[in-house]
């Protein structure tokens, strides 16, 4: 059984840095490009990074780039987000997901993500 669980989120301020984490369990992901989305109160979730577990090429949302870094241990099987320069509109759950897509084609979207963890929460205070 293939689990995701998430941790590292909590309350913080503006111009704040945090430190997310994501252990997988349950399966190899050899060939997955794994990924960390995220949805606002009343808002869809989005993406936000990704890392193609093969070669570790990343890429990010417009929004967060330069600011966050993605990253995975793959002896720990875990994925990370380091958040650097928090802004309150960074606010939302943050969600780890595993997603199995052709090499030339990036993740961009929730639909093409086939695991997920449950969560946790970041808020940013101004």
């Known amino acids: 059984q293939v689990q995701l669980v998430e941790s590292g989120g909590g309350l913080v301020q503006a111009g704040d840095s945090l430190k997310l984490s994501c252990a997988a369990s349950g399966r190899t992901f050899i060939g997955y490009t794994m990924g960390w989305f995220r949805r606002a109160p009343g808002k869809e979730r989005n993406f936000v990074a990704a890392i193609r577990l093969t070669d570790g090429f990343t890429y990010y949302a417009d929004s967060v780039k330069g600011r966050f870094a993605i990253s995975r241990d793959v002896a720990k099987n875990t994925l990370s987000l380091q958040m650097n320069t928090l802004k309150p509109e960074d606010t939302a759950m943050y969600y780890c997901?595993?997603?199995?897509?052709?090499?030339?084609?990036?993740?961009?979207?929730?639909?093409?993500?086939?695991?997920w963890g449950q969560g946790t929460q970041v808020t940013v205070s101004s």
């Open positions: 997901a595993a997603c199995i897509v052709p090499r030339q084609i990036s993740v961009s979207r929730e639909g093409q993500c086939n695991y």
